[in-house]
């Protein structure tokens, strides 16, 4: 009889070894990857007034820097945002009858992202009472600068402006800061003035 419970035993464990064998059949799936969640801070302003022949209001969580790169002219700066490893290039140069030239230069800037790009929009800006005229090029995609843009009042200023982050761009995990950025890039076209 102990014998014959040994034998039951057995094939009971046998059993449930070939149910579990059997019932584990599913293929495993790769998780899709993740990406940091990034935290903003509540937009709000300041107004860049100083020395400069423009000025506009800037995010205060940004912090303005002369620009030190070689080539750099007098009035050009960044708005640094080293939290996020971003910043806003900007740089100004007086109109001397070459307002084609600088707008083309510009544009050709922007559509060099065409071949990381998904796609290149333009958003046009008009303010003739502060003689504000411009274009905002908003490239999507995996390109070095997400945002360009420039201003001019097509006779005196000229201010051209680019939003990089210093990272391997992926427009998947940059895309919530590169949002965010480029409200205040907006922002900055439609407070600016000439002085």
């Known amino acids: 009889m102990k014998k014959l419970s040994w034998v039951r035993l057995f094939q009971i464990i046998l059993c449930c ?11 495993t799936v790769p998780k899709p990857r993740g990406y940091f969640r990034l935290e903003f801070p509540e ?3 300041r107004l860049l007034d100083t020395i400069f022949p423009y000025k506009f209001y800037y995010p205060t969580y940004g ?4 620009d030190k790169d070689r080539g750099a002219e007098k009035y050009w700066i960044n708005i640094e945002f080293p939290k996020y490893k971003a910043k806003i290039h900007i740089s100004y ?8 030239a600088l707008i083309e230069d510009v544009r050709e800037l922007a559509y060099k992202h065409t071949i990381k790009a998904d796609a290149i929009n333009e958003r046009l800006f008009s303010n003739p009472e502060k003689k504000v005229y411009g274009t905002l090029y908003d490239i999507r995609g ?23 982050f210093s990272v391997h761009p992926n427009k998947d ?23």
Not at 93 to 100: F, L, P
């Open 17 to 27: 070894y070939l149910f579990v064998l059997v019932g584990c059949d599913s293929a």
């Open 43 to 45: 937009k709000s302003y």
């Open 63 to 66: 912090k303005i820097t002369q």
């Open 93 to 100: 140069k007086e109109v001397s009858g070459n307002i084609d």
């Open 142 to 164: 995996n390109a070095a600068s997400s945002f360009q843009f420039y201003v001019t009042d097509s006779t005196k200023h000229f201010l051209r402006g680019a939003l990089y």
């Open 173 to 195: 995990s940059l895309a919530p800061a590169i949002d965010f950025f480029g409200k205040d890039m907006v922002s900055l076209i439609e407070s600016l003035e000439w002085k």
